[in-house]
C-alpha cells in the first residue's frame, strides 16, 4: 500500500495531460478545417501567423505543464514521486488560464479577427499581479501626512483612554 498517493496522482496527471492535449487538439482540427477549408477565400498570411502564435501559445504552457505532472522514479524503478497536483493555483493555474483562453482566441478568431484582442488579457493580468507585489514595497506617504488639530486630539484621547487600568467592578456578599 505504500506509494498510493503517488500512483494515485500519476493516473490523474496523466488522465488530466491528455485531456488538455485533445483540447488543443480539437481546437487546431476545428480552426483548420473551418477557417482554411470551408472559408479558404479570405484566409491570407495573417491567418497563417495566427495559427503559428497560437501553436506556440499551447506549446510552451502545455510542455511547461508536462514538466510538472512528470513522475519521479529511484535507481531501481520505484516510484518516488506522482507529479505535481495539477489542481493546484499558481503558476499551474496561469499555465491552465493560458491554454484556456488560447483555445477560446483560436475558436473565436474564425468568426471575427477582432477576438485576437482577447490576448491582451493575458498581459494585463500579469500587470495587476505585479502592480500589486510592487505596490507593497512602496511608501504609501500616509505616515508623513500632517493630521489636524482636531484628529490629533481626538487619536491622544484614544490612546490616554486605552493606556488606563481598568477595573472590573465585583458584586460582594
Known sequence: MAN???????EENARHMAKLRRLIIAC???YILVRMLIFHSSFTWK???GLLVTSAAYAIPYLQLAK???????DDGELLDGGF????????GYLHDMIFITSFVQVASIISGKFWYTYLVIPAFGAYKSF???KGF???????????????KKREKLEKRA????FVKTRTR
Not at 493606556?163 to 481598568?166: A, M, N
Request: charged fraction near 30%; proline fraction near 4%; glycine fraction near 10%.
Open 47 to 49: 491567418h497563417w501567423v
Open 4 to 10: 498510493q498517493g503517488a500512483k494515485k496522482r500519476k
Open 85 to 92: 497536483d495539477m489542481s493546484t493555483g499558481g503558476v499551474c
Open 132 to 134: 500589486g507585489f510592487v
Open 163 to 166: 493606556s488606563r487600568t481598568k
Open 68 to 74: 510538472m505532472a512528470k513522475p519521479t522514479y529511484a
Open 138 to 152: 512602496l511608501p504609501t506617504g500616509s505616515e508623513d501626512a500632517s493630521e489636524d488639530d482636531k484628529t490629533r
Open 28 to 30: 487546431n482540427v476545428i
